[in-house]
């Protein structure tokens, strides 16, 4: 079982950033593909970014949105069991509750566990 919360969001003007943090709970963070997804009121929930387990050879290895690739970056810190979001020149449609995700697999976006999320939005 591994528990997820996130933090860091909020109001920002666009073409600024945000950093968000998910803290994990449980001694198996480390074995976990963790992702980012995003959803946008009245649109279904997307994929943002992925980072892989950290036990793997290729630690380290990252995807992304086409929406978000350049401007945002995922990273993970396993000593202290947290997954980040930097998000840099962000515009009004990133306006999402934002998710924090352990991924079954980091090739694919079947999720594990869910955080509650946490409310980004990015004024004009």
């Known amino acids: 079982q591994v528990q997820l919360v996130e933090s860091g969001g909020g109001l920002v003007q666009a073409g600024g950033s945000l950093r968000l943090s998910c803290a994990a709970s449980g001694r198996t963070f480390s074995r976990y593909a963790m992702g980012w997804f995003r959803q946008a009121p009245g649109k279904e929930r997307e994929f943002v970014a992925a980072?892989?387990?950290?036990?793997?050879?290729?630690?380290?290895?990252?995807r992304y949105a086409d929406s978000v690739k350049g401007r945002f970056t995922i990273s993970r810190d396993n000593t202290k069991n947290t997954v980040y979001l930097q998000m840099n020149s962000l515009k009004p449609e990133d306006t999402a509750v934002y998710y924090c995700?352990?991924?079954?697999?980091?090739?694919?976006?079947?999720?594990?566990?869910w955080g509650q999320g946490t409310q980004v939005t990015v004024s004009s």
């Open positions: 980072i892989v387990a950290a036990i793997v050879w290729s630690t380290g290895t990252t």
């Open positions: 995700a352990a991924l079954q697999d980091y090739s694919a976006n079947v999720v594990n566990y």
